[in-house]
């Protein structure tokens, strides 16, 4: 029960500390990725891309910022919120979609039943399936653990404040971390549900990871900007004190 609300009280003061944007651009990136992702941009016999490839580059840029200035605790700690807060919308859209109603999309049909098949289509892809949840869920908490424990190592040894620093990090631990990710959620759940061999397991999860880690490097000079201005402007002092406080209590 101590540790219950001891770590209560930390999240509730790190949910103070990070800026509230970037809480709420991680959150906004999760669900939407998880939502696009029923969308395929791209389909041959072992290559698949999907749209939610567009935003998840946005979570891991910015775990990578909290972690540079909060550590990886931290970054694990939002991860598992935004987790949370997905599962609730998918739980939300599914309940919704059970509902009778019709979407916009059904009046600007040509034919009646051309809208009832486009208005089931849209519910299905808001009201996805339980796997499909939980696989994405699976993945996203195995990838965030890896990529904010290797962040914060190899920050440890690599990182000398400037943007070469933050770059080290930042690419060698999503590169992993996002291998990670693409490679539960596709054996979870393209590979159990889909019928996906090993080889497009690993294909799809190798391929999506260079798409995905070259969107990182590209906007990590932003990130860099963003984790130099919360140091700068000494932002979440506090929570970096608290936690100071903490460690050497033990």
Request: net charge neutral.
């Amino acid at each position: 029960m101590k540790a219950l609300k001891r770590e209560w009280e930390e999240c509730k003061l790190l949910l103070r500390s990070i800026p509230s944007m970037t809480i709420a651009v991680f959150i906004l990136s999760v669900v939407l990725m998880n939502l696009l992702a029923s969308r395929e941009l791209y389909r041959s016999d072992y290559f698949c891309l999907n749209s939610g490839l567009a935003l998840s580059w946005i979570s891991f840029l910015c775990m990578d910022c909290i972690c540079k200035r909060f550590g990886a605790g931290a970054s694990i700690r939002i991860s598992v919120i935004a987790m949370c807060v997905n599962m609730f919308c998918a739980v939300v859209f599914c309940v919704l979609m059970l509902t009778p109603g019709r979407w916009a999309a059904f009046y600007s049909a040509s034919d009646p039943d051309v809208g009832e098949m486009i208005s089931v289509g849209i519910d299905g892809t808001f009201a996805s399936a339980w796997y499909v949840v939980v696989g994405s869920s699976a993945a996203m908490l195995a990838s965030s653990v890896v990529n904010s424990v290797l962040n914060q190592f190899i920050g440890e040894h690599a990182d000398d404040g400037k943007y070469r620093g933050f770059a080290i990090r930042s690419l060698a631990s999503t590169c992993i971390a996002q291998f990670v990710d693409n490679f539960v959620f596709s054996a979870m759940v393209s590979h159990v549900f889909f019928g996906w061999n090993w080889k497009q397991v690993i294909i799809c999860s190798f391929t999506s990871m260079l798409i995905e880690m070259g969107l990182e490097a590209f906007f990590s000079p932003l990130g860099y900007r963003i984790a130099r201005a919360w140091e700068r402007d000494r932002v979440g002092e506090s929570y970096i004190m608290w936690r100071s406080a903490a460690v050497v209590s033990r």
